[in-house]
C-alpha cells in the first residue's frame, strides 16, 4: 500500500510538472502525441524542461534530489541542459531532532554526547539529505565537527529505489532513446554511491587517504587542508573530524575583504585539482562551493579546506596516461595521436578505422580554436571527446565521467574567482612536468626504486635458479622427433582417407550402373 501510495505521488508530481514531455515528445506517433495534449490539459509549459525536472524532484524529496545530483554526472547520457540544471541541485533538508541525534551517537559509540564530549552543540550547523553536523569539544580541548547520519536512512532509500528501478525499467521499454540512455545502470550506480555514503566509516577513510596525500612529507601541505580524522568517536552512523574555519569559497566579497589574494586562490584550485588527479591518483569528486572553504588564520591565510568526502575518484595508471595524453595532443591539435590514444585504449572496436575517427575528432576539436585559450574549457573538450567516443560504439568508464564532471565544477570555480583565468595556461605545465617524470630518466628511476622491494626477494636466487635451468637435458631433439612423427602420422591419414573416398566413389557409382534398365 505505501509502495502504490508513492507511485500515486510520483505520477502526480509528474503530471504537475508537465514532466511527460521529457518522455511522450520524443515519440513520432499520434498515439503519445494525443496523450501528450490529454496531459498538458491544452497548455504549454511555460518554464523549460530542465527547471522543470530539479523543481519535481526536490518536491519529491531527499533521496530523489540526491538522485538527480548524481544524474548531473552523467552529461554522457542526457542532455546538456538537464545536467546544467539538476547541477543545481541542493540539499534544503529541515533537521532531524537533536534528542535522535544523540541516541545516534550513544547507539554508534556506547555512550551519550554529555559523557563523549567536554561540550556538545546541540543545534546542527549544517543539515543534508544523508546526515547532519554539529560541533563539539573533545575533553583534551580539540574543536571537532562530528557528523550523524540521519536514522532510518536504510529503509527509506531501498523503498525510493525500488521506485526508481520500476521507473527505469518504464523508460528503458517505452522511450525510443531507453536502452542507449541505459537508466537501470545509473539506477544501479546511484544505489551503489548512496549505500557508499551510508557508510561513514568509509568517508572517513577517504579523508584520511586525501589528508595523508597532502601532508607535510608530501610537500603539498602549503596547497590543501584536509580534516584529520578522530577514529576513536568515528563508527558506521557517526564521524568525527577536526573542526575547520574558513569562508565558502563562493562568498568572493568576503575572501576579498580577509586579504585573499583572488587570482592566486583561483590558479592554486586548477593546481591542487591537477595534482590530484595526475599525482595521486585520488579525487576528491565532489569539489563543489558547499563543500570547498578557504582559511582566514594567519598562518594559512588562502589555503583551501576540503569537506564531504563521500563521492572520491580513483585512477589507474593506464588512466592517468591516457588522460594526460590526450589533453597534450588536443592543444597540439595532433588529432591522429587522439584517435590513435582511443584506439589503443581498447575502448574502440578493432576495425574502426583509424582516419575516421580522426576526422570525427577534428570536427569536435577544431572549433575551440577560433577563440582565445583562457575560453577553452578542458571540460567540455572532454566531454566532446567522450560523445565522440560514444559514435563509435565505446562505453566510457565510471571513473572519467566523474572526473569530467570534477573538472567542470573545479572550471566553474576557478573562473569565477578569476574570469580570465587561463585554465590551459595553468595545466599545460603541470601536464608537461608529469609526462616528463613518468617518461623520461626520472621516471625510470622511480619504478627501479618501485620495484627494488621485489627484485630484492628473487635476485639472491637468480644464480641457482639459472643453474638449474641449465643444467636440465635438452628436450630440444625429442620434441623435434615428437613433432614429425606426428607429421608422418598425419600424412598417412590423409592418405588412407584418400583411398577409402575413392573405393565409396567407386562402389557408389558401380551401384548406379547396376540399377539402370
Given amino acids: 500500500m505505501m509502495t502504490l501510495l508513492r507511485m500515486v505521488r510520483i505520477v502526480f508530481i509528474c503530471l504537475r510538472y508537465g514532466l511527460g514531455d521529457l518522455v511522450l515528445s520524443s515519440f513520432h506517433h499520434p498515439v503519445p502525441a494525443a496523450l501528450l495534449r490529454v496531459m498538458r490539459l491544452g497548455r504549454r509549459p511555460r518554464a523549460p524542461r530542465g527547471e522543470r525536472l530539479r523543481r519535481a524532484l526536490e518536491s519529491l524529496g531527499p533521496i530523489f534530489v540526491k538522485f538527480g545530483q548524481v544524474l548531473s554526472t552523467r552529461r554522457d547520457l542526457i542532455?546538456?541542459?538537464?545536467?546544467?540544471?539538476?547541477?543545481?541541485?541542493?540539499?534544503?533538508?529541515?533537521?532531524?531532532?537533536?534528542?535522535?541525534?544523540?541516541?545516534?551517537?550513544?547507539?554508534?559509540?556506547?555512550?551519550?554526547?554529555?559523557?563523549?564530549?567536554?561540550h556538545f552543540e546541540t543545534d546542527p550547523v549544517a543539515s543534508a539529505s544523508i546526515a547532519q553536523v554539529h560541533f563539539a569539544v573533545l575533553h583534551d580541548g580539540r574543536e571537532v565537527a562530528v557528523k550523524v547520519l540521519r536514522p532510518g536512512m536504510l529503509q527509506i532509500i531501498e523503498h525510493d529505489l525500488r521506485l526508481l528501478r520500476m521507473l527505469a525499467v518504464m523508460i528503458e521499454r517505452l522511450a525510443p532513446d531507453g536502452r542507449r540512455l541505459r537508466p537501470r545502470e545509473v539506477v544501479a550506480e546511484f544505489d551503489k554511491y548512496l549505500h557508499d555514503e551510508l557508510d561513514l566509516v568509509r568517508e572517513a577513510a577517504n579523508c584520511s587517504q586525501l589528508r595523508r596525500n597532502f601532508s607535510p612529507e608530501s610537500g603539498r601541505s602549503s596547497e590543501l587542508i584536509v580534516p584529520e580524522v578522530v577514529w576513536e568517536y568515528t563508527a558506521a552512523t557517526v564521524f568525527t573530524m577536526e573542526r575547520m574555519v574558513g569562508i565558502p569559497i563562493s562568498q568572493i566579497e568576503r575572501l576579498r575583504a580577509a586579504g585573499v589574494d583572488i587570482k592566486k586562490l583561483a590558479r592554486n584550485g586548477v593546481e591542487i585539482f591537477f595534482a590530484q588527479v595526475f599525482g595521486d591518483g585520488f579525487f576528491h569528486a565532489d569539489m563543489h562551493p558547499g563543500?570547498?572553504?578557504v582559511s582566514t588564520q594567519p598562518e594559512t591565510l588562502g589555503y583551501y579546506i576540503a569537506l564531504d568526502f563521500g563521492i572520491v575518484g580513483s585512477l589507474s595508471e593506464f588512466d592517468k596516461n591516457y588522460l594526460a595524453q590526450n589533453f597534450l595532443a588536443f592543444f597540439q591539435r595532433d588529432y591522429r595521436r587522439v584517435a590513435q590514444l582511443h584506439i589503443e585504449s581498447g575502448w574502440v572496436p578493432p576495425d574502426t578505422r583509424e582516419e575516421e575517427l580522426e576526422g570525427a575528432v577534428r570536427a569536435v576539436c577544431e572549433p575551440y580554436f577560433d577563440r582565445p585559450l583562457a575560453e577553452i574549457s578542458l571540460g567540455q573538450v572532454l566531454l566532446r571527446l567522450f560523445q565522440t567516443s560514444r559514435r563509435f560504439n565505446v562505453q566510457i568508464q565510471p571513473q572519467l565521467v566523474l572526473l569530467q564532471k570534477t573538472l567542470l565544477n573545479v572550471e566553474g570555480m576557478g573562473r569565477e574567482l578569476d574570469p580570465t583565468l587561463d585554465l590551459w595556461k595553468t595545466a599545460k605545465?603541470?601536464?608537461?612536468?608529469?609526462?616528463h617524470q613518468r617518461v623520461g630518466l626520472p621516471g625510470l628511476q622511480r619504478k627501479l626504486r618501485k620495484e627494488s622491494t621485489q627484485w630484492a626477494q628473487w635476485l639472491p636466487e637468480f644464480p641457482r635458479l639459472l643453474h638449474e635451468r641449465l643444467s636440465q637435458p635438452d628436450v630440444n631433439p625429442a620434441i623435434l622427433a615428437e613433432i614429425a612423427e606426428l607429421r608422418r602420422a598425419r600424412e598417412q591419414g590423409n592418405r588412407l582417407l584418400t583411398v577409402l573416398t575413392a573405393v565409396v566413389a567407386i562402389g557408389f557409382a558401380l551401384l548406379l550402373w547396376s540399377i539402370q534398365p
Fill in 291 to 293: 563543500n570547498i572553504y
Fill in 429 to 435: 605545465p603541470y601536464l608537461e612536468h608529469w609526462m
Fill in 79 to 118: 542532455p546538456a541542459d538537464l545536467a546544467d540544471e539538476l547541477a543545481r541541485l541542493q540539499d534544503r533538508v529541515p533537521p532531524f531532532p537533536s534528542e535522535q541525534a544523540a541516541a545516534c551517537i550513544e547507539a554508534a559509540l556506547g555512550a551519550p554526547p554529555q559523557q563523549l564530549f567536554a
